[in-house]
Nanobody, 115 residues
Framework: QVQLVESGGGLVQAGGSLTLSCAAS???????MNWYRQAPGKQRDLVATITNTGSTNYADSVKGRFTISRDSAKNTMYLQIHSVQFEDTAVYYC??????????WGQGTQVTVSS
């Protein structure tokens, strides 16, 4: 079973930038890879998607500030966050949609925005 591990979260000042990583334990076939986030007391929301063909899609709330990308050679997906806002404080999860079976989730990485 492939595992996903997020990293790169932490404390960041408002207006700053950071990059989250999602490393897979090995190569695997997927339909799309996603970044979700869950703020305290709120539901988990989809923020960015990259398909196996490289197409990307973003939630309206993050368009222009978030960039999703992947490095297939490293089995790693990234999420660049620019102009960080207080509203970006959340636990960020990576997710893999597979053609068969259940999706795969990482354990999450906390992003906290400070003033």
């Amino acid at each position: 079973q492939v595992q996903l591990v997020e990293s790169g979260g932490g404390l960041v000042q408002a207006g700053g930038s950071l990059t989250l990583s999602c490393a897979a334990s090995g190569p695997f076939l997927y339909k799309a890879m996603n970044w979700y986030r869950q703020a305290p007391g709120k539901q988990r929301d989809l923020v960015a998607t990259i398909t196996n063909t490289g197409s990307t899609n973003y939630a309206d709330s993050v368009k222009g500030r978030f960039t999703i990308s992947r490095d297939s050679a490293k089995n790693t997906m990234y999420l660049q966050i620019h102009s960080v806002q207080f509203e970006d404080t959340a636990v960020y999860y990576c997710n893999a949609e597979r053609y068969y079976g259940l999706g795969i989730w990482g354990q999450g990485t906390q992003v906290t925005v400070s003033s």
